[in-house]
């Protein structure tokens, strides 16, 4: 038989409190850890596309910048090596900013979207700011984790 008394009872309660709070919250988790509040995911068509015209939003220089997805499109067979492409994971995504952004690694986040890590080539804006482009060439996951 099991016995406890009022002090472990209570500790335990508030234990139990606690670990369901963090449990429940990934925001909290993210807080009291620094651990991501979710994984990085990789970037393919189907998760991307439903999301043009929509606002990704990235960091640089320790500050919050706007992307908005403009394009997703097919590549030609001389960008993709000739060879057959998955079109889910060989695609070209096109994103525009107001800001003045270079090319280089950025991570885009969208709620209802997660997380991508990217690579983006930056170009100019007819109306200022910088278009960046990502060119994804890649075989299909056979674990299906990118889905």
Do not use: K, W
Request: hydrophobic share 35%.
């Amino acid at each position: 038989m099991i016995s406890l008394d009022r002090r472990t009872l209570l500790v335990g309660a508030g234990a139990a409190a606690v670990v369901g709070a963090v449990g429940t919250s990934t925001g909290i988790v993210h807080e009291l850890t620094g651990a991501p509040a979710y994984a990085a995911v990789r970037p393919v068509r189907s998760r991307l596309a439903p999301h043009l015209g929509r606002r990704f939003t990235t960091r640089h220089d320790g500050r919050t910048v706007a992307l908005v997805l403009r394009e997703v499109t097919d590549l030609d067979a001389g960008t993709r090596g000739g060879g057959p492409a998955d079109p889910e994971t060989t695609f070209r995504a096109r994103f525009e900013t107001s800001e003045e952004l270079p090319q280089g690694s950025y991570r885009l986040r969208r709620t209802g979207y997660g997380e991508s890590d990217v690579f983006l080539v930056a170009g100019p804006r007819e109306s200022g700011g910088t278009s960046l482009t990502g060119t994804f060439v890649g075989a299909p996951d056979p674990a299906g984790a990118a889905r």
